[in-house]
């Protein structure tokens, strides 16, 4: 395959075995638009061609024994090579990423991150994973949607391009909403209402409805450090941590 010039646009090189599965939801809504707009694109490496053999064979049995089949080193770095042909090499501007349960957890810091970078190139594992000579002879970087095991590494890559490409300017229109969302500061979201003001007997805080505006931010950051604080409370020690606060001091949000 030929070498193609670096994309202007944000762009996703997806090595994959099932090319048919994007952009599933990265087609629809604000993401749709956002592509169809040209502020961001995708690109599919079918990983069947770069196949051995007459049945052009992805995978091979596990050296020193074991359960199922792991993808070949040299069938996985041929479609690698192509799918970052053109690309920066610098890994910071352009990260080569396997979707993979054992990788880096994947949180909102490592989305703004990749979100700036020029684009990147995904592998979708599949079976029990890739050869670790090709991981380490490209520097791949592992990464984890959570600590679970998926069939493949599709649906987690999905997820990894919905949460980098939202933050890129002018994908979501109102760049704010990025701003206040959950663990932008580290902290989860502060709760949300809307009409009507009463429903089914609650009513929307009156706090919110005063119109002072210092009064309703400080009421956000007390809910939002409320929640975080109850819910994820690794996330809410990071937090103190980082401001001075004693996560076990009991006190009066």
């Not at 070498?3 to 749709?32: D, H, M, Q, Y």
């Not at 956002?34 to 690109?43: S, V």
């Not at 396997?98 to 190139?121: H, W």
Request: net charge negative; hydrophobic share 40%; proline share 6%.
């Amino acid at each position: 395959m030929e070498e193609r010039p670096a994309p202007k646009a944000w762009t996703a090189n997806i090595v994959t075995l099932f090319p048919e599965a994007f952009p599933g939801v990265l087609g629809l809504s604000l993401l749709g638009k956002a592509r169809d707009e040209g502020l961001w694109a995708y690109n599919t490496f079918d990983l069947r061609p770069y196949g051995v053999g007459k049945h052009r064979n992805v995978d091979d049995t596990p050296a020193g024994g074991g359960a199922g089949m792991v993808l070949r080193a040299d069938v996985v770095a041929a479609a690698i090579a192509d799918a970052s042909a053109g690309a920066p090499q610098d890994r910071a501007k352009w990260p080569i990423i396997y979707m993979s349960p054992r990788g880096k957890p994947f949180d909102q810091a490592m989305a703004r991150r990749f979100s700036e970078a020029d684009g990147m190139t995904i592998l979708c594992g599949r079976f029990e994973g890739v050869d670790q000579r090709v991981l380490d002879h490209f520097g791949i970087e592992e990464v984890s949607i959570g600590d679970f095991v998926l069939t493949g590494g599709e649906i987690a890559a999905q997820v990894l391009i919905d949460a980098t490409v939202r933050l890129i300017p002018r994908v979501l229109g109102n760049q704010a909403s990025t701003e206040e969302e959950s663990f932008s500061d580290g902290l989860l979201e502060h709760p949300q209402y809307t009409r009507p003001a009463l429903w089914e007997g609650r009513a929307i805080p009156e706090i919110l409805q005063s119109g002072h505006h210092a009064k309703i931010e400080a009421w956000k950051r007390v809910q939002a450090e409320r929640l975080t604080k109850e819910r994820r409370p690794d996330l809410w020690r990071a937090w103190c941590a980082t401001h001075n606060r004693d996560p076990d001091e009991d006190r009066e949000l």
